[in-house]
Antibody, heavy 119, light 109 residues
């Protein structure tokens, strides 16, 4: 079945970087955009950006430009999101989700990766 | 890009209908027919309920419907059921990026 698989949890210190992975299965990886969305504890959803797995093209939310990098490895159908210079307010669950085109709703979501930033 | 504005909470009795609003600007909701709605139960990933303002993905109950007027999108849940109790978020495309709403907690009385 179609799914996006993410692994459990990361703990990082302030100032460090984290790289979160999202492995796609059950569909052609390069046919769908992949988005990254985060949710801080008790808070709402926040969109970080998207990557086009076919071309590698990206677009990031203004707030995260300069700190976020999205990449992909088509050989293993996996997308990655790296966030650098971590702060305590980056503590959140990070989700990946796919859409058929930019603008479309995201119909399949990963289960999320918890990133905790603490000294 | 500022978050879209949603009411913090909406409640209704089983069987009733409720409507959640999502207010943006002419740069997001009002400028495109790319508003989506998501349902999120506690400690779960969001689930797409409505896309492109009015479309329901396969498998989503027809009790959920979407609409738009000007800069405001709306989600209506008819025949409210206990399982509909969850957080709901709107989202809109805007200039090659996306923005989410502030979220609405739906309580079934």
């Amino acid at each position: 079945q179609v799914q996006l698989v993410q692994f459990g949890a990361e703990v990082k210190k302030p100032g460090a970087a984290v790289k979160v992975s999202c492995k796609a299965s059950g569909y052609t990886f390069t046919d769908y955009y992949l988005h990254w969305v985060r949710q801080a504890p008790g808070q709402g959803l926040e969109w970080l950006g998207w990557i086009n797995p076919h071309s590698g093209g990206t677009n990031y939310a203004q707030k995260f430009r300069g700190r976020v990098t999205m990449t992909r490895d088509t050989s293993v159908s996996t997308a990655y999101m790296e966030l650098s210079n971590l702060r305590s307010d980056d503590t959140a669950v990070y989700f990946c989700a796919r859409s058929k085109f930019v603008g479309d709703g995201t119909d399949v979501w990963g289960q999320g990766t918890t990133v905790t930033v603490s000294s | 890009q500022s978050a879209l504005t949603q009411p913090a909470s909406v409640s209704g009795s089983p069987g009733q209908s409720i409507t959640i609003s999502c207010t943006g600007t002419s740069s997001d909701i009002g400028g495109y027919n790319y508003a989506s709605w998501y349902q999120q139960h506690p400690d779960k990933a969001p689930k797409l309920m409505i896309y492109e303002v009015t479309n329901r993905p396969s498998g989503v109950s027809n009790r959920f419907s979407g609409s738009k007027s000007g800069n405001t999108a709306s989600l209506t849940i008819s025949g409210l059921q206990a399982e509909d109790e969850a957080d709901y978020y709107c989202s809109s495309y805007t200039s090659s990026t996306y923005v989410f709403g502030t979220g609405t907690k739906v309580t079934v009385l």
